[in-house]
């Protein structure tokens, strides 16, 4: 999708249509431009910009705060759509996916009427704003750098035959995967083209690169290295915060992160995992910060059981100083194993409570019911969301898919 965050707040309000928008973290200065418009892009706005250096490039740029829950509904209709026409299909990021077309295409023609179909169908019933670059080949990789060289909402097929063609009119840092650490390291070699990266002896890149030599060699001589990959079970989940208020006030503290846990056991519940360790962060002011983990005596998914192991490394270790930053995260990840406890921990909250309670914020919004030490945090740590390259497909009857972020 181009321009993602943007063209969907363009969509949702056709004031912003034609004009240049930034979709930012934060609205104060110093808050981050994590999306531009095709119409920002082009006076030199681009991604992570600070809002004020934007505001001095261009005053009357129209900035909006993002929106997850627009992004991500917007996100499931567009899976949806693609469902139609395959199951195999690879969620890169909340923009992007793989499909594997295999048995439903036999030609790159036929490959190209389908993807015009997609594209008609993202802007007839998700929003005519929306522009969706395709690009069609044979290898995973191929197609991902089709995609990128496609004009904006257009279709790229990549032969056998192209390819020499495309490689002459890019730059090596044009190439997925290649940044500009790599691309010195490419031109210590000797190799300043993607045609020169094509034709180098492969052995002589292993000797350098190692591994990456030989898949960067691989992928541009249209060699499939693994085809669509399923998602990983994430190492770690976790949230952190920027306090508004800087104070030592620890029953300010525990209402935050009391919410950080929350929000981390939704995600872990989301994704079907329990964890057996935990961490927790938190930076002073002016005088640097703390980190503390522990392995857990149970493996927990409920938010309660978290904020209860959260508070006792924070009470344990904090020494009531202002604090500017708090962050909690879980890790040794692993689904349940239906094993029941000889010896059940009468602390935990019942499974069919905690699942009651997710229900409910996930049919009426988030925080529709809430903790009661939560009290008064509606808009501390509020949601955020980006470019995640690890996605959860479900795939159902009626509504062909959800995306989860990890």
Excluded at 76 to 104: M, V, W
Aim: glycine residues 8%.
């Amino acid at each position: 999708m181009n321009s993602y965050f943007a063209s969907v707040e363009q969509q949702a309000n056709p004031f912003l249509r034609g004009k240049p928008v930034g979709v930012c973290a934060y609205l104060s200065d110093n808050g981050c431009i994590i999306a531009s418009s095709i119409e920002a892009k082009k006076i030199g706005i681009k991604v992570g910009l600070r809002v004020k250096d934007a505001r001095q490039i261009y005053p009357n740029i129209f900035l909006v705060q993002n929106d997850p829950a627009k992004y991500r509904s917007t996100t499931e209709k567009i899976f949806g759509i693609l469902n139609r026409y395959t199951d195999e299909i690879e969620p890169y990021s909340i923009d992007e996916a793989f499909l594997d077309l295999t048995g439903h295409v036999a030609t790159f023609t036929e490959a190209r009427r389908l993807a015009e179909r997609i594209q008609r169908e993202i802007s007839t019933e998700v929003g005519e704003w929306l522009k969706a670059s395709v690009g069609i080949s044979f290898t995973r990789f191929l197609a991902k750098l089709g995609s990128d060289a496609a004009d904006k909402g257009g279709i790229l097929v990549l032969t056998p035959e192209s390819l020499p063609e495309l490689y002459s009119r890019l730059e090596l840092t044009d190439i997925w995967g290649i940044n500009t650490r790599l691309e010195a390291r490419l031109n210590a070699l000797g190799i300043f083209s993607p045609l020169q990266l094509q034709d180098y002896p492969v052995a002589n890149l292993m000797q350098s690169l190692g591994k990456m030599g030989y898949y960067l060699w691989a992928n541009l001589n249209g060699i499939e290295l693994g085809g669509l990959q399923k998602p990983a079970t994430p190492k770690s989940i976790g949230h952190s915060y920027c306090l508004p208020r800087i104070t030592g006030d620890i029953s300010y503290h525990r209402k935050i992160l009391m919410k950080l846990c929350e929000k981390t056991g939704r995600r872990l519940r989301e994704t079907g995992l329990l964890a057996t360790g935990l961490g927790a962060y938190w930076r002073y002011q002016n005088s640097g910060g703390y980190s503390t983990q522990r392995k857990l005596p149970l493996a927990i998914n409920d938010s309660a059981a978290i904020f209860r192991e959260a508070l006792k490394l924070f009470c344990r270790y904090s020494n009531r100083r202002p604090i500017t930053m708090l962050a909690i995260a879980v890790f040794n990840l692993y689904p349940p194993s239906g094993q029941l406890s000889l010896f059940p921990n009468s602390h935990l909250f019942s499974p069919a409570l905690t699942q009651a309670l997710d229900e409910i914020n996930d049919h009426y919004g988030e925080y529709s019911v809430f903790w009661g030490s939560m009290w008064d945090t509606t808009k501390n740590s509020p949601d955020r969301i980006g470019f995640r390259k690890t996605l959860k497909p479900v795939f159902r009857e009626n509504n062909p898919v959800e995306l989860t972020s990890l």
